[in-house]
């Protein structure tokens, strides 16, 4: 399979989908907005967001399964599965924040081969394919040369429905409120991953993520010279549970510091 030009046209796919987002930009009242579970909300943006993707993917792809957010079609891995965020960052598009994005990621078997993420705001396109390396808008990416924590700008999501590790959270936080340049919390995972790849910033981490939010971004910070990994030396980022991305040379010094709090 040709990865780079799946990508390609997966991009204007995703493309002609956040002119539509766009459209819809400020229409979204409060009677659109359905509650799934604690502060996890949706959208007929993001329902329909999906239904796009889903209708076109399809056609590029016919042998592949899906694995979407919002499950306009039924999951279904196949050894070829797209993995689909239709709209990342739905509370900052419901409250007029530009912060939101589309993930699209193909998956081979267990790993991730391409992906492509768009901030729709600023209608920045990072696209991604195993062994072709990471671009925005066309320009290739590397991920940051920082070396010292204490030069380092983060990236964390704060927990919304999983509050079992609070505490936790918030002494690493702390910690690396101390310790680095600052603290970034931007509400669209994708969008972090891919600012980890441009070398925005330094290292993002996370946890209880799903494979929606993280696959494309896995791709990108991969294939931008980065380091994915999960707080435990295991896999977990794959599935978003535990997700750590960062340059080789905060890597290890990152890792440390959260498997000693999340122990």
Same mark, same amino acid.
Do not use: F, K, Q, Y
């Given at each position: 399979m040709d990865l780079q030009q799946i990508? /390609? %046209?997966? !991009? !204007?796919i995703v493309e002609d989908t956040g002119i539509f987002i766009r459209s819809q930009v400020q229409q &979204? %009242? !409060?009677?659109?907005? #359905?509650t799934k579970s604690?502060? /996890?909300l949706v959208t007929y943006v993001d329902k329909e967001a999906e239904t796009q993707l889903i209708e076109r993917l399809s056609q590029l792809l016919p042998e592949a399964g899906f694995y979407t957010e919002e499950e306009i079609t039924a999951r279904d891995a196949r050894e070829w599965t797209w993995v689909i965020d239709p709209l990342d960052g739905t509370t900052n598009f419901i409250h007029g924040l530009p912060f939101f994005s589309i /993930? &699209? +990621?193909l998956q081979h078997q267990n790993e991730y081969v391409s992906g492509v993420i768009l901030e729709v705001t600023r209608r920045e396109l990072f696209t991604a394919w195993q062994d072709g390396g990471a671009y925005l808008n066309g320009q290739r990416l590397h991920v940051s040369k920082t070396s010292k924590l204490a030069d380092a700008l983060v990236a964390t999501g704060f927990p919304y429905y999983e509050f079992t590790q609070l505490e936790t959270y918030l002494e690493t936080m702390a910690y690396f409120m101390k310790n680095t340049? $600052? =603290? %970034? %919390? *931007? $509400? /669209? +995972? !994708? =969008?972090? *991953?891919a600012y980890v790849a441009a070398g925005r910033f330094d290292a993002f981490y996370e946890y209880s993520l799903h494979p929606w939010d993280v696959a494309a971004g896995i791709v990108l910070v991969q #294939? +931008? $010279?980065? =380091?994915m990994q999960d707080f435990h030396d295991s896999n977990l980022y794959l599935s978003g549970e535990e997700v750590l991305a960062s340059n080789a040379a905060l890597a290890l010094r990152m890792a440390n510091i959260l498997k000693q709090n999340f122990e």
């Open positions: 990508t /390609s %046209r997966v !991009a !204007a &979204v %009242r !409060a009677a659109d907005v #359905e604690l502060n /996890s /993930s &699209v +990621a340049r $600052g =603290i %970034r %919390r *931007l $509400g /669209s +995972a !994708a =969008i972090d *991953l #294939e +931008a $010279g980065g =380091i």
